[in-house]
């Protein structure tokens, strides 16, 4: 079997045509800021992927979605990323979903229907409570609900037709419950500003959403019967590991892809070959392992306890790929190709993902040594 071979195949049984597409024009003109790499997204189904299959969705569970993203990620490294956030979205309203008796379905089937693309800009912090203490801001009057906040970055800002977030909104007896706003793209008081001056990633749209005031159409307000003493815990576990099992996959495709030229140099020595490939595949059956367990076992601190752990192990991982095949490739293929150097550089911001190693030290000392699992703000 060649190497990502079985990665490419669940791709085009999911999305056909997408890694066609992706192979028909250089890696650069997919990292590239306005690129088409979103619209062969849609063509292909994209944004259905994790929609259940009773909403008229694809139905992917975590381990189709990761092997998906990295196969994704080993051909444009941005649009992995980017839309590793509209599964994160979507991943999180399916969840939302199962806790609420309202019309959420209808979104998630517009969603596959209409091959509707989501940001998100859902609070991350701490493991049941941060999620409700979300940098946009609700304002109520009666029905009606304004937002005003701002996201930064923000994957997918100039491609969105819609804008998830969470929000604490007060029930009749004062009590805060979580509550996940749409809110539409063209929605009067939203603004997408310049905010990514890098070219590392500028196919990934990451600029910043400001909203001022918007009004969220009560259709498009899901409430919840969340509180941060009930299954708030659960819905902030489950979201922070969608989030680290697909974007680890995403980053991990972007090292694959430098194996995979290392592979196929006959003129590098086969034990440097095989370090490099080692080196990715022993982190990939440890994302796998995890994925498979989560989707069909319970999902509880333990098991994001465990995605960051491979997370972790990831970012070790590929810059030891890095070292390895930067090298064994040499300076001519780093001066003839930009491939090699952007890849490089792509592939080091996995680190800058939340929550970072440092932060979560002392955190997962604690949990390994007895303590709940803590995400620090």
């Not at 592979?263 to 490939?277: C, G, K, M, S, Y």
Request: proline share 6%; hydrophobic share 45%.
């Amino acid at each position: 079997m060649m190497y990502l071979e079985n990665e490419r195949a669940v791709l085009e049984d999911l999305l056909p045509g997408l890694d066609d597409a992706l192979t028909s024009s250089p890696m650069q003109t997919w990292e590239s800021p306005h690129n088409p790499g979103l619209k062969e997204f849609r063509k292909a189904g994209g944004p259905a992927l994790l929609v259940p299959a009773e909403h008229g969705g694809k139905g992917a569970d975590l381990l189709t979605a990761v092997r998906v993203q990295r196969a994704v990620g080993s051909r444009s490294p941005s649009l992995a990323v980017a839309t590793t956030m509209h599964h994160f979205s979507v991943a999180s309203l399916v969840e939302t979903a199962a806790h609420s008796d309202g019309m959420e379905w209808m979104l998630l089937a517009a969603i596959a229907k209409d091959n509707l693309l989501l940001a998100s800009a859902f609070a991350e912090g701490r493991t049941g409570q941060g999620i409700l203490n979300p940098s946009i801001t609700a304002r109520v009057d009666g029905d009606k609900v304004w937002l005003t906040g701002t996201k930064k970055p923000c994957s997918l800002s100039r491609s969105m037709d819609l804008l998830t977030a969470s929000v604490a909104l007060p029930d009749a007896d004062g009590t805060p419950r979580l509550a996940v706003a749409v809110v539409p793209a063209t929605a009067p008081g939203l603004e997408v500003r310049p905010f990514w001056n890098s070219p590392v990633l500028g196919g990934a749209e990451s600029d910043e959403v400001v909203l001022s005031d918007v009004e969220v159409p009560a259709d498009l307000l899901v409430r919840t019967d969340v509180t941060a003493d009930g299954e708030l815990d659960r819905l902030n576990t489950v979201g922070f590991l969608w989030f680290e099992a697909l974007m680890t996959a995403s980053y991990l495709g972007a090292a694959s892809s430098l194996v995979e030229r290392t592979l196929a140099n006959t003129r590098i020595a086969p034990a440097t070959r095989a370090q490099a490939v080692t080196a990715v595949e022993g982190v990939v059956l440890m994302l796998e392992g995890l994925a498979a367990g989560a989707a069909t076992g319970p999902v509880d601190d333990g098991t994001l306890a465990r995605a960051l752990v491979c997370r972790y192990a990831a970012q070790d991982a590929i810059s030891r790929v890095l070292e390895l095949c930067v090298e064994a490739l040499g300076g001519m293929a780093f001066i003839s190709s930009g491939d090699i150097a952007y890849l490089h550089s792509a592939c080091r911001a996995l680190a800058f993902h939340p929550p970072a190693r440092a932060r979560m030290s002392e955190p997962l000392v604690e949990y390994f040594g007895g303590s709940p699992l803590r995400i620090p703000a």
